[in-house]
């Protein structure tokens, strides 16, 4: 019977990076169990991502219904540091003409890394890399042997013999020299999980990661394939000096355990390690069998030093260092007792590794308070002292000159970091928009843009966090539709949205669109609303869920049409979506965003757009509006809010940047290819709008009777 090590905590502190590499921008991000202290020494574990994927896909994947999922969480709440980042041509970082090779990596991971050492006051750290990312980490490790404490290589490949994934890649190897970038879609991210061994993992996994990715590309760099199948090997292991933990997992079919000792056999360290992990496909950190690599990876890092009588090397731990330095062997690890797993052999090789072998303890005790109150002793006696009119007009003098001045706090704001609350997990529209727009005002503030994503209650944790803020102008919120709408959805409600925020500006429009599965016999809005008319109570619209978007401009085309249809709700557009495409379900309100793919695909046929006039999104269909049902608009929309009594100065500063970010040319571009229109308005319009989006959709839900609680 096997222990499951569960997560310590969930991360609850995160913050973005921008190195450069030359005029190439990389996205580096880090999260913590809390916000960093002055002299904190956490041990910093720095996360290299691999060919198929980007850093926040590969190492925070945040999946519905999983909360176990984030590797990156799950090693902050082990007390770690973590970072990671996106190499050039993936996720955030720029795209260019480049294939983003192996050698191209290391020199991402050697941009990155005076931000880390910036960051963290430390100049050595541990690395883990999972397939051609281990390659990179590898080849870093060769290069900068002062950077690298501690090296885990997972899923990596030396010479390449006896390795049928990479044998059957070859096929493609003028592909891959031809092209710098190749296309990617949804079946090649399930292609990743199944292609080694069906079942171990979960196609929800495979779903949740092609939503990230395809939200951000639809092509990946070819480098790393090229490098795999052409030019190994790429690291010399005799040249990589710091301790070294090989990873394999049982089904793996690009690391043939073979080829992995070989490579073991040149590393000159004698504080090595083999793992041979059962259970485990090539993607291991998202597998069913997760927990086994990381417990692996975490007593790998967490190994006590060797300890010898008389030496200078793994001296006593009770003896003092001469210099009185920090140890040099890399970041700094509570003492613990001796993990179970042997380490310092020649061939050590853990076989079917399970938690029978122990639990990992957290690096540092989580569960400590606050600091103890004042205690009497420590408190100063206070003695009513009589004041004479001079010293009470001194003293009042004084109050006066520490009181703000309207204006002065918006010229010297911001003073300290920034925080966006984002309604919505990673990944998805309104998370994007935050990380286009974040970077661009921590550059114009000179201040960091904390991006904190708080999920949950169809936004209402967020909104009710921005609300009860303190209204200083260092919190503000992203919100989406559902601010507007929520209060007359649910009947415990802590926020007024017309009364409890300061508007900043509108960011984006998304648009719904009207589509149909190619099997109805309706080719148009009239023909479609005769057919439901024809067919009373049998047409089934489909939604993302109760009181979403597409629920709602169901219910109005229903109020407006006077049509009765069925109201199919799912978890979430995906699923609402491929029931359409499946044929399952007629209709569906979907948002641009996500019905585009299909329509161009002939998987659903559009019939109209739900914006009020015809969209840059799709100026081919016409407005539902246009087809007899003036006034008719359903937009999805995202849009910046601060607590109310927010200084005026800060919200007007707050709103010129972002709408500066948002007319920036490189930003309309990558919203519009996300079928997302930029708008960007003054802070009296995007008020208005949230009062006639409230009043709006507060008639409708009441005469639908639709109610979440």
């Given at each position: 019977m096997h222990a499951e090590v569960r997560d310590r905590a969930a991360a609850t502190w995160s913050a973005e990076y921008w190195a450069h590499k030359g005029k190439v921008r990389l996205y580096v991000y880090r999260k913590r169990a809390a916000a960093p202290k002055k002299g904190d020494r956490s041990p910093v574990l720095f996360l290299v991502h691999g060919s198929s994927m980007s850093s926040r896909s590969g190492f925070d994947l945040q999946v519905p219904g999983r909360s176990d999922y984030s590797l990156m969480d799950h090693f902050a709440g082990l007390g770690y540091d973590v970072w990671t980042m996106d190499h050039e041509g993936y996720g955030r970082s720029d795209k260019t003409d480049s294939n983003s090779n192996v050698a191209s990596g290391a020199d991402d991971l050697a941009a990155a890394m005076p931000i880390v050492e910036r960051e963290t006051g430390q100049s050595t750290f541990f690395f883990y890399g999972g397939s051609s990312g281990a390659l990179r980490a590898a080849l870093f490790a060769q290069r900068h042997p002062a950077r690298v404490a501690r090296l885990v290589l997972s899923a990596m490949v030396y010479t390449g013999e006896g390795s049928p994934t990479l044998a059957k890649r070859r096929e493609k190897l003028e592909e891959y020299r031809a092209n710098n970038r190749r296309k990617i879609d949804r079946a090649f991210f399930h292609s990743m999980f199944t292609r080694d061994r069906p079942g171990t993992s979960e196609p929800i996994v495979a779903d949740a990661m092609a939503d990230a990715e395809l939200a951000l590309y639809d092509s990946i760099p070819t480098g790393t394939y090229l490098d795999m199948c052409a030019h190994l090997p790429v690291v010399d292991p005799a040249k990589i000096t710091c301790p070294v933990l090989i990873i394999r997992g049982e089904y793996d079919g690009i690391a043939a355990e073979p080829d992995l000792l070989r490579f073991y056999d040149e590393l000159p360290s004698k504080d090595k390690q083999f793992a041979f992990i059962s259970g485990l496909a090539h993607n291991s950190t998202l597998g069913i069998n997760r927990h086994k690599v990381r417990h692996v990876i975490h007593a790998f890092l967490a190994l006590p030093e060797n300890r010898s009588i008389g030496g200078c090397y793994g001296r006593d731990r009770g003896e003092a260092r001469e210099d009185g330095a920090a140890a040099a062997a890399g970041p700094s690890l509570p003492e613990r007792e001796p993990h179970p797993v042997r380490a310092g052999g020649r061939h050590i090789v853990l076989r079917a590794v399970g938690a029978g072998a122990g639990r990992p303890r957290p690096l540092r005790d989580r569960r400590r308070g606050a600091p103890a109150p004042l205690g009497a002793r420590d408190r100063r006696r206070v003695r009513n002292v009589p004041m004479s009119p001079l010293r009470l007009h001194w003293v009042l003098a004084c109050c006066a000159l520490a009181a703000p001045v309207p204006g002065v706090a918006a010229e010297a704001y911001p003073a300290k970091p920034v925080r966006m609350i984002v309604a919505v997990p990673p990944?998805?529209?309104?998370?994007?928009?935050?990380?286009?727009?974040?970077?661009?005002?921590?550059?114009?503030?000179?201040?960091?843009?904390?991006?904190?994503?708080?999920?949950?209650?169809?936004?209402?944790?967020?909104?009710?966090?921005?609300?009860?803020?303190?209204?200083?102008?260092?919190?503000?919120?992203?919100?989406?539709?559902?601010?507007?709408?929520?209060?007359?959805?649910?009947?415990?409600?802590?926020?007024?949205?017309?009364?409890?925020?300061?508007?900043?500006?509108?960011?984006?429009?998304?648009?719904?669109?009207?589509?149909?599965?190619?099997?109805?016999?309706?080719?148009?809005?009239?023909?479609?609303?005769?057919?439901?008319?024809?067919?009373?109570?049998?047409?089934?619209?489909?939604?993302?869920?109760?009181?979403?978007?597409?629920?709602?401009?169901?219910?109005?085309?229903?109020?407006?049409?006077?049509?009765?249809?069925?109201?199919?709700?799912?978890?979430?557009?995906?699923?609402?979506?491929?029931?359409?495409?499946a044929g399952q379900v007629q209709a569906l309100f979907s948002l641009a965003l996500?019905?585009?793919?299909?329509?161009?695909?002939?998987?659903?046929?559009?019939?109209?757009?739900?914006?009020?006039?015809?969209?840059?999104?799709a100026p081919e269909l016409p407005t539902v509006a246009e087809l007899g049902f003036p006034g008719f608009e359903v937009i999805g929309w995202f849009g910046w809010l601060a607590p109310a009594r927010t200084p005026r100065g800060i919200v007007t500063r707050l709103n010129t940047e972002i709408v500066k970010a948002l007319n920036a040319p490189e930003v309309r571009e990558r919203l519009l290819s996300q079928s997302t229109e930029p708008v960007g308005n003054s802070p009296e319009a995007f008020a208005a709008f949230i009062s006639s989006e409230h009043a709006k959709w507060a008639d409708v839900i009441r005469r639908a009777g639709i109610r979440m609680d």
């Open positions: 990944g998805g529209p309104a998370d994007i928009l935050a990380r286009l727009v974040g970077p661009r005002l921590t550059e114009v503030l000179g201040q960091t843009v904390v991006i904190d994503n708080r999920p949950g209650a169809n936004g209402n944790i967020a909104y009710e966090m921005a609300a009860h803020a303190v209204p200083d102008g260092y919190t503000f919120v992203l919100v989406a539709a559902g601010v507007a709408i929520n209060p007359s959805l649910y009947r415990e409600v802590r926020y007024d949205p017309l009364r409890d925020f300061a508007a900043i500006t509108l960011g984006v429009a998304v648009p719904n669109i009207l589509i149909v599965h190619p099997s109805v016999p309706a080719a148009s809005v009239p023909e479609l609303i005769a057919l439901a008319k024809s067919r009373a109570g049998q047409l089934t619209f489909a939604s993302a869920g109760n009181g979403t978007s597409g629920h709602l401009a169901l219910e109005l085309f229903k109020l407006r049409a006077g049509i009765d249809a069925v109201h199919v709700p799912y978890k979430g557009g995906g699923p609402a979506l491929a029931e359409v495409v996500a019905a585009t793919p299909q329509i161009k695909a002939g998987r659903v046929r559009a019939l109209a757009i739900t914006s009020g006039k015809r969209s840059a999104v």
